[in-house]
């Protein structure tokens, strides 16, 4: 079990991380399950198997991956590729290969960064079956004619695609999703920053007493993992009423969050008032279509509405999939401050309280009850205090929370509040 260590923010973000980065992944394969194992080790994770050939939607479940070693030996023997120094340097799915090859074929399989000369780039071909692999651009430029060895000691067969799923349930059985990917091999900030942090939070709620909202917590690969999540949950995944992907949260860079495909929902206004009252600095971004899994969520069949908060944006920063993207990158310290961030906007939620009118047929008289008549009183926040009534009352439906109605009627949250307690007293409204 992860030891508490009082005073140290980050030492066991730091250690997970560490532990975990080392790790060969890819969307299928052992290096998913040991990772998730590790994670099972903290948490009561369900791990699920779904066999390759598995229809989800219009995708299919590909083989599964697995690689023992790699290398490329140069004309003298010498081993100047080799993925047991960096994951890295195999393309993700290379099929299996050992032959002898000219440099000028074997330049068709090498992929580099010439942006950035000292990198190894992060290449995946999981619907092409091909090899390849990845090298610092200098040294791609330094490689003489001659006869190279090449050797791909992978598997690529029938097998399972493999993730990890854990409820935390709350009162209520409607639910906050969290989703994180466990696909990306040795890279910090991309995908692992994600997993250690989601990893804390739910170790966090796991014991918070009274949770109003269950908790899900998805560890999947990427794209296929989600549509292969929503595909045997299609009905249940209509309980998600929050949603956040976790990636891209280790580095120091500034905040950003994604809003959802809708933009203006409950985990938007929360987002946004966890970034505000943080003090950090922070930018919004509205829902784009490419990125990580909130594109499956958002899809239009499931319109789950599922933001992400970030740092760096994945795809804007110069180490993003690549070597660069190490742990001198990344930090526990970072993921603590993030993994902060994230239990406010769950606190947030957690009272974003949501009310049911008792008197729904019809307006409820306010005059009799002392309620209404403030219009052409001197006191213009009377007028605003009458108004908030009839904004409550009107969207108490049971399904619009306090901050939806703030920002629909432009009333500040407090005095909406105490609207909504005066409304209790006469026994027009019951809080949910
Ligand atoms: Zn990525």
């Known amino acids: 079990m992860i030891k508490r260590e009082k005073n140290s923010p980050g030492r066991e973000l730091d250690s997970l991380l560490k532990r975990l980065f080392p790790i060969c992944r890819s969307i299928t394969g052992n290096g998913v399950r040991e990772t998730l194992s590790i994670l099972a080790e903290h948490l009561p994770l369900k791990i699920h198997e779904v066999r390759s050939g598995t229809k989800v939607f219009d995708w299919t479940v590909p083989k599964e991956w697995n690689i023992w070693d790699a290398y490329i030996k140069d004309p003298s023997g010498k081993k100047i590729v080799d993925f047991k120094k960096n994951n890295l340097h195999v393309m993700g799915y290379s099929t299996p290969v050992r032959k002898m090859i000219k440099l000028a074929e074997l330049k068709k399989h090498l992929y580099s960064l010439p942006e950035h000369p000292r990198f190894i780039p992060y290449k995946t071909s999981y619907y092409k079956e091909k090899w390849g692999f990845c090298l610092p651009h200098k040294q791609l430029k330094s490689l003489k004619e001659g006869t190279y060895e090449v050797v791909v000691d992978s598997s690529l067969r029938r097998g399972s695609l493999t993730y990890g799923e854990l409820l935390i349930p709350g009162k209520s059985k409607d639910e906050v999703l969290i989703s994180s990917y466990i696909c990306h091999p040795s890279m910090g900030n991309d995908s692992l920053s994600g997993v250690v942090m989601a990893t804390f939070l739910a170790l966090s709620l796991q014991k918070k007493k009274g949770l109003r909202y269950s908790y899900r917590f998805l560890f999947i690969p990427e794209t296929i993992g989600a549509i292969t999540w929503l595909a045997k949950n299609s009905k249940s995944a209509k309980r998600v009423k929050h949603g956040l992907v976790a990636t891209c949260l280790g580095d120091s860079g500034p905040f950003t969050y994604k809003r959802t495909r809708a933009g203006n929902t409950a985990i938007d206004r929360a987002a946004e008032k966890a ?147 005066l409304l209790q007293k006469h026994r027009l409204l019951e809080r949910l």
Do not use: C
């Open 275 to 421: 970034l505000i009252r943080s003090g950090v600095p922070y930018s919004l971004t509205d829902f784009f279509p490419w990125g990580s899994d909130e594109r499956q969520f958002n899809s239009p069949g499931f319109n789950l509405p599922v933001g992400s908060l970030m740092r760096s944006v994945y795809g804007t920063y110069p180490q993003y999939h690549s070597s660069g993207d190490d742990l001198t990158f990344v930090s526990g310290k970072n993921i603590a401050q993030s993994l902060a961030l994230y239990l406010d906007i769950i606190d947030i939620l957690e009272h974003d309280i949501v009310y049911r009118s008792r008197s729904p047929y019809g307006e409820a008289q306010l005059g009799k009850r002392g309620l209404y008549g403030a219009g052409g009183s001197a006191d213009p926040k009377a007028e605003i205090r009458e108004r908030a009534l009839l904004w409550l009352l009107a969207y108490a439906d049971g399904t619009h929370a306090l901050s939806e109605i703030a920002a629909r009627s432009g009333i500040d949250q407090k005095t909406l509040s105490s609207a909504a307690i």
